[in-house]
């Protein structure tokens, strides 16, 4: 199980404790996406700093709090803000092959609500590569007049994966797209809305064009009676629209839904067909089977769903493809499950094939 790392205080100081303590993940995440931008994009480093300074201007006018943190964990791990920069702007520069067919990464992720289910539940595995297993970090972030943050992220990277005081949780898969801009990182975009109270806040910081990559983020809210609902945006450069419908459920993986995006951007997923698309009928295939068969859905069956092996090694619960190029060999690095109604989540580090889902 990762320990819980919990940081409080001003921006600039929780950057700090998340530099001084995770120096050694931020290293670790330092390493692999010098190999992966060379991988993808053939460039070095110094190009990537380069390309990942040109968001500065907009992240400044979206919130200046996200620099100064940025700027802490950078002297907490005694690197420079640019590379910490680069690092929150991973999406933009590793995936952004924009012109030429590519290669995203494989998460799954599943959303039910009622009538569905009783509870507000979300969960998904991250899939990426292997070796960010050894960069992950599970933080709980205490800041001032903001909702409490606890998420799983890798070193460096200020916004993921997670779930706030107030009841809001989050779900990310990356789609990749030939249009990008030089707006908000799609990562800040993520810790936006984990410091959202309330649904229309968190649509609120995604919504007309403020993101600069395309993606899809599944936000869930439960009030503390348990009452609530999940939305599925997929944001984009262009704007976002609200995929899914009001039945209880929903699932993305890693190809476009919306109708209205695809008139501004192409798919570029090589692998939609026989990859995103065979996980996505999965998940749904799954649902329907626990509806059919009347059974609850409750925070053990979404570990069961993620667990699921069919079509290895392009499965919901991926395994890398020996066969293919290192940096594209993708892989679970972790899987969470959030039951925003009851509070409870559940985490396992690795695949959940292999490992068990502790309590977070």
């Not at 929150?88 to 520069?93: C, G, L, V, W, Y």
């Not at 998460?107 to 992950?136: F, H, K, M």
């Not at 695949?351 to 068990?356: A, I, Q, R």
């Amino acid at each position: 199980m990762l320990k819980k790392h919990i940081f409080q205080g001003s921006a600039k100081e929780i950057g700090i404790q998340h530099g001084e303590q995770g120096k050694k993940q931020v290293i670790h995440s330092l390493e692999t996406y010098e190999k992966l931008f060379h991988g993808y994009q053939f460039i070095d480093w110094n190009e990537a700093k380069e390309r990942a300074l040109q968001h500065v201007d907009a992240i400044e006018k979206y919130d200046m709090e996200l620099i100064e943190e940025m700027e802490g964990v950078a002297e907490g791990a005694g690197v420079d803000f640019e590379d910490i920069l680069a690092l929150n702007a991973r999406s933009e520069i590793a995936l952004g092959d924009y012109g030429g067919k590519g290669f995203s990464d494989g998460c799954t992720a599943i959303a039910t609500y009622p009538p569905v289910s009783e509870d507000v539940i979300i969960g998904q595995n991250w899939d990426w590569q292997g070796r960010q297993r050894n960069s992950l970090l599970l933080m709980e972030i205490q800041q001032k007049d903001k909702p409490n943050v606890t998420m799983v992220t890798e070193g460096g990277i200020i916004g993921k994966i997670g779930f706030n005081s107030e009841g809001i949780g989050l779900c990310f898969n990356a789609l990749l797209t030939d249009k990008k801009s030089n707006d908000v990182p799609i990562h800040l975009g993520l810790r936006a809305v984990l410091n959202s109270r309330h649904l229309p806040e968190a649509v609120s910081r995604v919504k007309d064009g403020q993101i600069a990559a395309t993606a899809s983020f599944i936000i869930g809210k439960a009030d503390e009676d348990g009452s609530g609902m999940a939305i599925n945006a997929e944001v984009s450069p262009f704007g976002i629209d609200l995929v899914g419908g009001t039945d209880g459920s929903f699932v993305h993986t890693n190809h476009i839904k919306s109708e209205l995006l695809k008139q501004n951007l192409t798919d570029m997923n090589e692998f939609i067909y026989d990859g995103s698309m065979m996980r996505y009928n999965r998940a749904k295939q799954l649902i329907h089977i626990a509806t059919h068969d009347q059974k609850a859905i409750t925070e053990g069956t979404y570990q069961e769903w993620l667990r699921d092996t069919f079509n290895a090694p392009d499965a919901i619960n991926h395994f890398a493809d020996q066969n293919a190029p290192e940096h594209r060999r993708m892989e679970t690095v972790f899987s969470i499950v959030m039951n925003l109604s009851k509070r409870k989540y559940y985490l396992c580090a690795g695949k959940p094939s292999e490992g068990e889902y502790v309590e977070i």
